[in-house]
């Protein structure tokens, strides 16, 4: 399936997430790495991809954002689906210092 991300990008993608926030669950790990690969970030489109019930997601969403670590862009009333990007602090985890010009 083309929608779903590479298996070992994720992998570490939420090893990473997962090491700069401990106090995540898996689900709210997987959701902030599926951002940082670059995935939208749509709970609905998260919840078929992965398999997880729409509710869990959601809740995870919500923790995140209790958090601060997204922010909710849209919500349809309706279906509940959400949309949601990383904050504006930065990046959830450091990325790698850049290349000193001196």
Do not use: C, I, N
Request: a negative charge.
């Amino acid at each position: 399936m083309s929608d779903t991300p590479d298996e070992a990008a994720f992998v570490a993608a939420l090893d990473r997430m997962s090491a700069a926030h401990p106090g995540l669950t898996s689900l709210e790990a997987g959701l902030l790495a599926a951002l940082d690969l670059g995935l939208p970030g749509d709970s609905r489109a998260f919840a078929r991809t992965f398999g997880v019930e729409h509710a869990f997601v959601l809740r995870a969403v919500a923790g995140l954002e209790e958090a601060g670590l997204v922010t909710v862009t849209a919500r349809d009333g309706r279906t509940q689906r959400t949309r949601f990007t990383t904050t504006d602090s930065g990046p959830s985890v450091p990325s790698a210092p850049p290349s000193s010009q001196a």
